[in-house]
C-alpha cells in the first residue's frame, strides 16, 4: 500500500488496538532488549545488486582500499573545522574499518575506489566529530574507555547525552525480523521533546546501539516506524523540517551506508505522509526497494519476538524506563566488550570480518583464552571497573532487571 494516498489522520486496522487499560503485570513480561534472534533462525545477508563489476575486480578493489588503511603512518583531523591536529587511528576505529565495512563504503560506491577511500576517511572524522569514534557507552564501557582520544572525551556521545530523550520509549532496540536483523522502532506517538540536535544525537545513539545487536553474518537492521498516538506524547507535535530530514539522512546514507535492512512503517497519518512524501526524492532507488507501508510487522518480525501491542505479537513488553534502560546499556556493553576481546584476540588490525568478530568460536590456537600482545591490555581495562559501578548516573532505580530469555542459540553465516 503506498502511503502518499493517505488524506486524513487514520490508523491502519490491522495494526491499531485500543489504548485499554493493560492487566497486571504477568511473570512474563519483559522489560529489556531481546539479546539473540529466533532460535534456528538463519541470518540472511542481501544480495548485492552489483553485478556490473566482476568478482575478480571487486577483490582487487577491495585489496586497494585494504591496503590504505593498512598504512600505520595514517593520522586524521579531530574536527572537520580544525584539519591542523590529527591523531593515528584508535583500537576502537580500527576495530569499526572491517572487511564487510570496505565492502558497504565501495558498494555505496559503486566500487570507485578513491570515492570509498574518501568517504571512509570522512566517516572517520565525523565519528570523531560526533562525539562515536570511541562507542557511545561511555564510562560504562571499562575497555573502551582507555583508548580514547583525551581531546574528544569532553564531546563523547554517551548514555548521559540523550536519557532524557529515552524517558517515554519512543526509540527502542527490540526483536529480530526473519532475517536476523535486530529491530529499531521509532513511535513517533511517544515524542516527548520538540526537534533538536539532542534528537538527532539520540537516533545516532541508538544507532550504534542496535548495531552491536547484529549477530553473526548479518550487519543490517530493520527500522520499524510506528505513528500511533500514546498519551505520554507531547500533546502538540511538531513535525521535523525538511532540512531536518535531509541531514539525518545525509548522515544515514553518508556515513552508515548498506546499514537499512527494511524500513517498515505504519499507522501513517496525513501530516507524517506529507512529511515522508517530501523525503522520499532523496532517498536512493535501493533504499527504495527495501520500504514498506502499512503492512503488520508480523508480516516481517517473528510474532514470539513481536510486541503484543502489534498484531499477532506473542511478547509481553512493558516498557519501564529505569529496567529497559540499564537492560539496553549492560547487554550492549557486553556484546561490544566480545567484538573488541575477539578483534585483539585476531591480531587488533584493519580489514577483520565482522563474522569472526561476532563469532563465539573459539580462536584456534587460543584454546578459548586470550593469547596475543594486546591480552594484559583487555585485562587490566576490564579489572579496572564494572559495568554495573558506572550506571548509578542514569537516572535508573536499583531493582533488579526482570528479565524472560527465549532459548536461542546464535545464527551461522548463510
Known sequence: MGFFSRSSNTTSPKEAKPDAKKPEISENAVFVPIEHPVSGSVSQPEVPNDKAVTDEEKEKRYQEVLNHFQNPDLEYPLSSDDKEKKEKLTTVEKAWLTKECFLRYLRAC??????????????????????????????????????????????????????????????????????CRPCLFLMNGKENTKPSETQVQFLIFMLECVINYMPQGQDKLALCVDFK???????????????????????????????????????????????????????????????????????????????????????????????????????????????????????ATVGLSEVDLRSNEAIPGSDGKTVNYTTEEFQDAISTASVGDNLEKLHISDAPVEKKDPEVVEPVQA
Open 110 to 179: 559503486t566500487w570507485k575506489v578513491s570515492d570509498a577511500i574518501d568517504r571512509l576517511e570522512n566517516s572517520v572524522v565525523w565519528r570523531r566529530e560526533y562525539g562515536i569514534s570511541n562507542g557511545v557507552y561511555g564510562k560504562h564501557d571499562p575497555i573502551t574507555g582507555k583508548y580514547q582520544i583525551p581531546e574528544l572525551a569532553a564531546k563523547a556521545l554517551s548514555p548521559e547525552t540523550v536519557v532524557d530523550e529515552s524517558l517515554t520509549g519512543k526509540q527502542i532496540v527490540f526483536g529480530f525480523d526473519k532475517g
Open 229 to 347: 498516538e500514546y498519551p505520554v506524547g507531547l500533546k502538540s507535535k511538531s513535525v521535523p523540517s525538511v532540512s531536518v530530514g535531509k541531514s539525518v539522512l545525509h548522515i544515514l546514507q553518508y556515513h552508515y551506508p548498506e546499514r537499512l535492512g527494511r524500513a517498515l512503517f505504519v499507522n501513517i497519518p496525513f501530516v507524517a505522509s506529507v512529511f515522508l512524501k517530501l523525503c522520499w526524492p532523496f532517498l536512493d532507488p535501493y533504499t527504495k526497494q527495501k520500504v514498506s507501508f502499512d503492512n503488520p510487522f508480523s508480516d516481517f518480525i517473528p510474532t514470539e519476538q513481536l510486541m503484543d501491542e502489534y498484531e499477532n505479537g506473542e511478547v509481553e513488553f512493558v516498557f519501564d524506563h529505569d529496567k529497559y534502560w540499564k537492560g539496553l546499556i549492560e547487554i550492549g556493553v557486553k556484546k561490544n566488550q566480545h567484538y573488541l576481546e575477539r578483534f585483539l584476540e585476531l591480531g
